[in-house]
Nanobody
Framework: QMVLVESGGGSVQAGGSLRLSCAASGDILRYHMAWFRQAPGKEREGVAVIDSDGTTSYRDSVRGRFTISEDAGENTLYLQMSSLKPDDTAVYFC???????????????????WGQGTRVTVSS
């Protein structure tokens, strides 16, 4: 398992932007990486996935506004968030799943390593 540490959360007004980072303790190219979020009183939901081959997937509500990327040299995962909405308010988590397993999943239980989360608050 990898140790994952998120950063970059904060408070922003609707329409603003934030970039989240997730520093990994190991080689992220050996993993499928993902961002999840959990709003108060709601289930944790997948936001974006980047497979070990670079294929990306997004939940419908963020497609076109969020971009997932990674810097393999720095073993860091990013989530660029633009045109933020109050509904994007949540704690955001990064997660990792071994690349030897199938990728492209938004099922939280499929991921073996998790960060502690970073809070994003979007005000209207």
């Amino acid at each position: 398992q990898m140790v994952l540490v998120e950063s970059g959360g904060g408070s922003v007004q609707a329409g603003g932007s934030l970039r989240l980072s997730c520093a990994a303790s190991g080689d992220i190219l050996r993993y499928h990486m993902a961002w999840f979020r959990q709003a108060p009183g709601k289930e944790r939901e997948g936001v974006a996935v980047i497979d070990s081959d670079g294929t990306t997937s997004y939940r419908d509500s963020v497609r076109g506004r969020f971009t997932i990327s990674e810097d393999a040299g720095e073993n860091t995962l990013y989530l660029q968030m633009s045109s933020l909405k109050p509904d994007d308010t949540a704690v955001y988590f990064c997660a990792a799943r071994p690349a030897s397993w199938s990728g492209g999943t938004f099922v939280a239980a499929a991921y073996t390593s998790w960060g502690q989360g970073t809070r994003v608050t979007v005000s209207s």
